[in-house]
């Protein structure tokens, strides 16, 4: 009860603090000539009753999470600069071994130039956190994604070119040194406005993944896809993606990935307090597993927001996801090809008391179930935000 107590003080003395923030009328941002920056701050309070994702003995733990961050939008003549810098400074009650101060960093640079546009962007982020669902240990570590794309547009013909470059690097177990790797991401699109509000699309990509310590693990991938961009009905909005990835790896003992791969996103709205978001995917992931080089994911995730009126939101969320291995290993007496089955329900409120400040409580209960049960847990999560944008 004093750690709930603590808790309750905490996030009522910061939420009263915004609340009666004597520069609140500052909520439109501030204008320098054309540039507007806008900071902002979050509250977060989570309640984890399975803080290392054990599938026994759990440790549970209140954990806060202050966001101080500065965004900027700068319009210069016909180009477009966006920036966003943010902090995460993640404090746990009991488990301190976990606290952390996490950095994010991101820009788009868009300069159209006659027919053509140009969109440069960048993002960083130095965090310690899970890489993935598949991993249950945090992890400390700097990924970089950063690249360009020239997008040309003719009547109802459409060309882009892209390229993208994305850097991990580990920084605090030396087990995990031998998972740093660079890609590289070479990409064509062609699209066609076949009707009114919706392009028809063919898209070839190429991708290089390259290791800094060993060859081993080392792929070339080439990506074949089709799909369609836009208004499917009038009241769904998508984009789908499909096709085929072939995944060859360096060392010819290797299982490779050829197989089929699908990406989509759908929003469909019922009416305007009502809509439903979903998306679909099937593709491949590096993995940090024993033996296998990569796991194919299969993943659906679901949310289904609701208006009760114009300052709150109810909403539900949910997720399943198969994570499939394609070689065996042992664990304890056991061998096989590890599989994992994870599941993912929520609900929660987001109640928009300003134009500038809002609060949001989440609700989650996640389970994972492999076929190995030592990677086995069950997770219930409960997050109360406050975030204020000025």
Same mark, same amino acid.
């Given at each position: ?159 882009? =070119?892209?390229?993208?470059? #994305?850097?991990?690097n580990y920084r605090s177990i030396p087990a995990y040194d031998a998972y740093d790797r660079n890609d590289?991401?070479?990409s064509l699109m062609l699209t066609h406005q076949t009707f009114a509000k919706t392009k028809l699309l ?101 949310? #289904? ?6 300052? =709150? =939101?109810?909403?539900?969320?949910? %997720? ?13 007496? %056991? ?25 949001k409580l989440h609700a989650e209960h996640i389970t994972r179930d492999s076929n190995f049960g030592v ?16």
């Open positions: 009860m004093k750690k709930v107590y603590q808790i309750f003080c905490f996030i009522t003395f910061l939420s009263i603090s915004l609340l009666f923030n004597p520069f609140s009328y500052a909520a439109q941002g501030i204008r320098i000539g054309n540039a507007e920056i806008s900071p902002y701050a979050e509250i977060k309070v989570q309640y984890d009753d399975n803080v290392f994702l054990s599938s026994s003995d759990e440790k549970d733990d209140f954990i806060y999470t202050l966001t101080p961050g500065i965004g900027v939008d700068w319009p210069f003549r016909d180009n477009s600069l966006k920036l966003d810098y943010h902090v995460n400074i993640n404090r746990f009650l009991d488990n301190t071994s976990q606290d952390a101060v996490d950095h994010f960093a991101s820009g788009t640079l868009d300069v159209p130039w006659r027919d053509v546009k140009f969109t440069f962007y960048d993002d960083f982020r130095r965090v310690f956190e899970r890489p993935s669902t598949e991993d249950s240990d945090r992890v400390k570590r700097d990924d970089n994604r950063a690249g360009v794309t020239v997008a040309l547009e003719r009547e109802r013909l459409g060309v882009q =070119l892209g390229y993208e470059n #994305f850097i991990r590289s991401l070479y063919i898209e070839y990509d190429f991708g290089q993944i390259r290791y800094d310590q060993s060859t081993r693990s080392d792929s070339d991938y080439h990506q074949f896809l089709v799909g369609a961009i836009g208004e499917l009905t009038p009241k769904t909005t998508a984009t789908i993606k499909t096709g085929y990835q072939i995944r060859d790896y360096e060392d010819g003992d290797q299982p490779d990935f050829d197989t089929g791969v699908l990406y989509a996103d759908a929003v469909h709205r019922f009416s305007q307090k009502n809509a439903l978001k979903i998306s679909f995917e099937r593709t491949a992931y590096e993995s940090t597993y024993g033996v296998n080089n990569f796991y194919r994911a299969e993943n659906v995730t679901a949310t #289904f927001d609701h208006f009760f009126n114009t300052k =709150l =939101l109810g909403f539900l969320t949910g %997720e399943y996801r198969i994570n499939s291995y394609p070689r065996e290993t042992t664990e304890g007496s %056991e061998t096989k090809k590890r599989e994992d089955k994870y599941y993912s329900l929520g609900a929660g409120f987001k109640y928009y008391m300003k134009t500038w400040l809002s609060f990677y086995d847990y069950n997770e219930n999560l409960v997050t109360l935000t406050a975030r204020a944008e000025f």
